[in-house]
């Protein structure tokens, strides 16, 4: 056996194994404004750092991305209901603590402006430039009965399942649940 | 004696925060740097002193300098 040709191949392996391992796979649960916020602030940053990044919405996650403007058609009695108590998008999930009927995620929102920090629709759309992908999971929605054409205007947005969450966990360094 | 850096573009960066830093720099340096070039990003970020050589280590280029101020100075080498 060549040891140099060995080497060779040996070498391009690990290369291909660096190359597939270097993302960033995240479940976002949480449909908390705060805990939105710091997914994107990881998405974007892991970005920055030169990591491909996946997020997969479920569960409460999913209505944050709902666009405020659009209705879903076609929906049955639970789906409006759900529809109808579930936030309308980024602009209307509220903190995980400290919201106080209204008070507190104002205030929150009051002092993120004024100390220049980025809104939840601000990093959303900076991470869609940037272009972290984004898989809904089917069966939220379908649980929620929640319709595609609801949904934010986010380039390459797609519904997924479990498996597909897993095949790019499977493949990324860093897998994270929020 | 400090030898003097060729400078070949400046990015302000002051009164952005976490992680808008990063992505803005990381972005700069990618699409519009040749490798060998040097960025200097002010920033007024307490978290950049961390952010910054992170990054930098992560996507292999180089921090060569570091003014800290009001408004901190990295001089950023671009290698790859």
Known sequence: MDITKELESLRRDLEEHKGSGNKLSMVVFSGDLDKLLASFIIATGAIAMGMEVVMFFTFWATPALRDKKKRGKGKDIFGKMFGFMLPKGPSKVVLSKMHMGGMGTG??????K??????????????????????????????????????????????????????EAAGSRVQLFI | MSEEIKVDATMDLKGLKCPLPIVRVSKKVKDEMQVGQVLVAETTDPGAHADFPAWAKTSGNEIVKVEKGDVSKFYIKKLK
């Open chain 1, 114 to 167: 004024k100390k220049n920090i980025s809104s939840l629709d601000d990093m959303i759309a900076l991470a869609g430039e940037l272009g972290v992908k984004i898989y809904v999971c089917e069966m939220s929605m379908d649980l929620m009965g929640m319709k595609m054409d609801e949904m934010i205007d986010y380039p390459g947005m797609e519904l997924a399942g479990v498996a597909k969450f897993l095949e």
């Open chain 1, 107 to 112: 205030m929150m929102k009051h002092l993120m």
